[in-house]
């Protein structure tokens, strides 16, 4: 029997997609390894989105390349749809495929029955974006939009459940452009009458609606008080810059209505530092303007030139040192944020499923470390699956205690 081993970089999409390959290959009668140098087969799933992903894309593939078992090697994802870089040149052994689906194609509901290692699933509703941000990369290399059918959705979140996933983090590229509306799809799912809950990955400010802030405020058994939101920066001119579709009135406008709405959300959000141009007023506007919304933590980006987008011509690079020091005063600030909303939640109880062997996350994303021996017993945690796949499942209230982190 020949064996196969992926390595997946980047998004939760891109995690997706890995275990749509994994469950063809297995369907096919291929084993799986844990290790690349047992492996036949080796298909890298890669990421584009930051200059340091295409280099560890490459660190990864130049050591499979010198495996001994000299395994067939396989690269697809979005590296291999980036024309700007030629890797038929950097790697001419390797077996490139473009089109991804075409490694699941057989798997024609594209659809999972699992997520290997984990006891939450991710879920692609969607793929591709058009919104063109002038620094993204994303939306040259995946621009097809594309929405799964929302009765195929409905069924695989039932069957995931069933298979003792309590946890269903809806994922996809831009899931704000979701055929039919976000919002729609998400009431339906509230009404499947099983014990689970979703988790809504990254979407736009514009793209959240009052019925979607009903639907977290009314259901709070079946969606978690989480948004994450991104803002990338504070000043008004970079937003202009990056061709974000809000100033920060707006944003900090709608941010203060949610948060009012919904007082325990965990609020998360993406910044880039070092944005061509960004001076160092336009860093203390964004410095200034993070520290009064009320997030609970950040998502740093350092800024890197990704050819072929608009900015990437734009001139008045960061020097990279600035950039570095930038990011390190953003943390200091995300340590601030953090702390001061676990000291928040402290003593209080939420409902949780567990990650790992001794953590749980709650709904409002506080990752709970493990305080006792007695944990499965004392939460009442009930293993629903063989013993082997080490995954124990199930929604139960814990308390938030002073070691715990976000």
Same mark, same amino acid.
């Given at each position: 029997m020949k064996k196969y081993y992926v390595h997946t970089f980047g998004c939760k999409v891109n995690q997706y997609e890995s275990q749509l390959i994994s469950e063809k290959f297995r369907n096919d009668n291929l084993e799986q390894v844990q290790k690349p140098d047992e492996a036949d087969i080796i298909v890298f799933n890669s990421c584009t989105v930051t200059a340091d992903a295409d280099k560890e894309c490459k660190y990864f593939l130049r050591k499979a390349a010198k495996l001994p078992n000299k395994p067939r090697i396989i690269l697809t994802g979005c590296i291999v749809k980036n024309k700007n870089i030629n890797i038929r040149n950097l790697f =001419?052994?390797? #077996?490139?495929? %473009?089109?991804?689906?075409?490694?699941? &194609?057989?798997?024609?509901?594209?659809?999972?029955?699992?997520?290997?290692? *984990?006891?939450?699933?991710?879920? !692609? &509703?969607?793929?591709? $974006? @058009?919104?063109?941000?002038?620094? $993204?990369?994303? =939306?040259?290399? *995946?621009? %097809?939009?594309?929405? !799964? =059918?929302?009765?195929?959705?409905?069924?695989?979140?039932?069957?995931?459940?069933?298979?003792?996933?309590?946890?269903?983090?809806?994922?996809?590229?831009?899931? /704000?452009?979701?055929?039919? /509306?976000?919002? @729609?799809?998400?009431?339906?799912?509230? *009404?499947?009458?099983? +014990?689970? *809950?979703?988790?809504?990955?990254?979407? #736009?400010?514009? #793209?959240? +609606?009052?019925?979607?802030? +009903?639907?977290?405020?009314?259901?709070t058994e079946k969606i978690c008080r989480h948004l994450h939101i991104p803002l990338q920066s504070g000043s008004n001119e970079i937003l202009k810059q990056m061709n974000r579709k809000y100033s920060t009135k707006t944003f900090e406008e709608k941010i203060n209505k949610i948060m009012r709405i919904l007082p325990d959300l965990a609020l998360t959000t993406d910044i880039i530092t070092g944005f061509p141009g960004e001076t160092e007023k336009h860093h203390k506007e964004t410095c200034d303007f993070i520290k009064r919304i009320l997030f609970a933590r950040f998502h740093i980006f350092r800024y890197s030139d990704r050819q072929g987008t608009k900015a990437s011509a734009f001139k008045n690079k960061v020097p990279t040192n600035e950039i570095k020091n930038r990011a390190k005063h953003l943390l200091e600030i995300d340590s601030v944020k953090r702390r001061d909303f676990l000291n928040k939640n402290v003593g209080t109880k939420r409902k949780a499923v567990k990650i790992g062997k001794d953590k749980a996350l709650t709904d409002n994303y506080i990752i709970v470390k493990r305080q006792s021996e007695v944990w499965d017993a004392k939460y009442g945690i009930k293993n629903k699956l063989p013993v082997d796949e080490k995954r124990q499942s199930g929604i139960f209230e814990i308390e938030i205690t002073g070691t715990s982190e976000i």
């Open positions: =001419p052994n390797i #077996e490139i495929i %473009t089109d991804k689906t075409k490694l699941f &194609i057989e798997n024609q509901k594209q659809t999972i029955s699992g997520f290997d290692k *984990r006891s939450r699933a991710f879920l !692609k &509703i969607q793929d591709g $974006c @058009n919104s063109f941000c002038s620094y $993204c990369i994303v =939306p040259h290399v *995946r621009n %097809t939009i594309w929405s !799964k =059918p929302e009765n195929k959705v409905l069924l695989e979140i039932e069957n995931l459940v069933k298979n003792g996933y309590s946890e269903i983090v809806l994922t996809g590229i831009h899931i /704000g452009k979701y055929d039919g /509306g976000l919002s @729609n799809l998400v009431e339906k799912i509230t *009404r499947i009458p099983l +014990d689970f *809950r979703i988790r809504i990955s990254s979407l #736009e400010l514009n #793209e959240i +609606d009052d019925k979607l802030i +009903d639907l977290i405020k009314t259901n």
